[in-house]
């Protein structure tokens, strides 16, 4: 089981990396929450990552924590109807405190908005994960393989997620503004000033 990459990154798109180890160029298929989160192409990173096996293909599937791969793992698993490709869309649309707040609080229509995702397979996200959700213990691995906390602290995330619901925003387009916010301001921002950042512009 392959469960982490790490080189040098040679190209990426919003929903591939190439990550180039010992010669070998190793194609990743990542969410866009990761892909905004890589370095520039020649820079060296690490991937956490989940291979599935099929008659015709084996696919590497490389996410920015071990918390992020762990909960794709469980979403194909677990909830009946959700392969590999809708997974990573899903997780290409909400970040993980997101989509973590989403499923614990049954909120249907937030997940139903996900690109493919329709009434039924956003309540059997709720129905199957909702026990198995964890708390605030992920990491992101930075550019060069040092980790630290993901997503700015995920509670200082969901605060600021909710509070610009709170203020109009939809549920996707708060979620992806305190993302850009984050990417910013850097690991310990506050909630407050993921908030401010993300009204800024």
Do not use: N, W
């Not at 192409?41 to 791969?69: C, M, N, W």
């Amino acid at each position: 089981m392959i469960t982490s990459i790490q080189g040098t990154l040679t190209s990426t798109t919003p929903l591939h990396a190439i990550v180039e180890v010992g010669g070998f160029g190793y194609e990743v298929h990542v969410p866009v929450t990761t892909a905004e989160k890589l370095p520039s192409p020649g820079a060296i990173v690490k991937l956490h990552t989940l291979v599935i096996y099929r008659e015709d293909a084996q696919t590497l599937y490389g996410f920015a924590s071990a918390a992020e791969r762990d909960f794709f793992r469980l979403m194909i698993e677990h909830v009946s109807g959700v392969g590999p490709k809708m997974a990573l869309t899903i997780m290409s649309k909400l970040s993980l405190p997101s989509l973590e707040g989403a499923i614990r609080m049954g909120d249907i229509t937030t997940l139903a908005k996900c690109p493919g995702i329709g009434k039924k397979t956003a309540e059997r996200l709720v129905v199957e994960l909702k026990a198995k959700v964890g708390g605030d213990t992920s990491t992101t691995t930075l550019a060069g393989g040092e980790s630290a906390p993901a997503e700015s602290a995920p509670s200082a995330h969901r605060d600021a997620v909710s509070a610009l619901i709170a203020l109009g925003y939809k549920a996707a387009d708060a979620d992806t503004a305190v993302r850009r916010s984050a990417l910013a301001l850097g690991t310990k921002a506050t909630a407050e000033t993921l908030i401010k950042k993300s009204l800024a512009g």
